[in-house]
């Protein structure tokens, strides 16, 4: 520890944080396929959102995010329609590289500055990309429940292969 | 970058990794609280554990995942049953400045060692205890959902203070 400033410890390299982001979003993934096609923007528990509207959440903030971290430029205006769960898993697969490529684009340093996202939140660019990973583990936990509601069995939430 | 290896680029700090997580337990604990007292070890929805138990699997996980990493000594006997919601929030609040003082007893190259948790679960030091982060995140939301059956407004995701 001699030497090491606060500034420079590190809990977590950017590329270890990126695979384990991914993991959260291959059990996401999941937990959309677990969904019946007829109940992915239908069903839900106590008003709530149904886990479809979450899911198009997930997926016009994860990676357009990190578009916006790096480029600069900002996605404001989304479909977060209902549409057919092959397609969320079509738009969540095509993310899965977008995500990929654009965290190759970041230096390390730019998790440290801070920056404005999509024009109106204020953060360190840690505290921003860890939102939208929060953001997916508390709405795919609701997800949970509305399965489970359904008398469908969600996979296991250690599970991240 | 140049000069900087993948092993020393940070993507956060321990200080501020820590910062993050008192924040969530700050909204874990306002979720808690949010609770009627004769519902927090009753109600659930669709058959799962109650916020009560899953409240007592968090104290139970947080702190002695800390205590665990940095001392080698693991808790493996736990007392998660009903107990009234004001000692539930008593154990939390206990456990508060317990993370803090094992937080600081960790040194920065520990989070990129591996380990064994609770004697079974291998990982990196930074995966063990984002996995307990993440766990409270997880059923936080399922918390939310639970709250909402019960016609009750949770407190917002976004205020962690």
Same mark, same amino acid.
């Given at each position: ?22 993991g959260?979003?291959r059990l ?37 995010? #990190?578009?916006?971290?790096? %480029?600069? /430029?900002? +996605?404001?205006? !989304? ?11 079509? #738009?969540?697969?095509?993310? %899965?590289? /977008?995500? +990929?490529?654009? !965290? ?55 599970d991240r292969s």
């Amino acid at each position: 520890m001699v030497g090491m400033s606060t500034a420079s410890a590190s809990f977590i390299a950017p590329d270890a944080l990126l695979s384990h982001w991914q993991g959260h979003r291959r059990l996401t993934r999941r937990v959309i396929a677990a969904f019946p096609d007829d109940k992915l923007f239908t069903f839900s528990v106590g008003g709530m959102r149904t886990f479809g509207e979450l899911s198009m959440e997930l997926i016009t903030m994860g990676a357009p995010m #990190l578009r916006g971290l790096t %480029t600069g /430029q900002w +996605d404001n205006v !989304w479909d977060r329609s209902a549409r057919p769960k092959q397609e969320v898993l079509r #738009l969540w697969d095509e993310a %899965t590289p /977008q995500i +990929d490529a654009l !965290w190759k684009k970041m230096p390390a340093e730019r998790f440290h500055e801070t920056a404005t996202a999509f024009g109106q939140y204020p953060g360190t660019v840690h505290d921003l990309v860890l939102y939208v990973i929060d953001n997916e583990i508390h709405h795919r936990g609701q997800g949970y429940v509305y399965l489970r509601a359904l008398g469908i069995e969600p996979p296991p939430f250690y599970d991240r292969s």
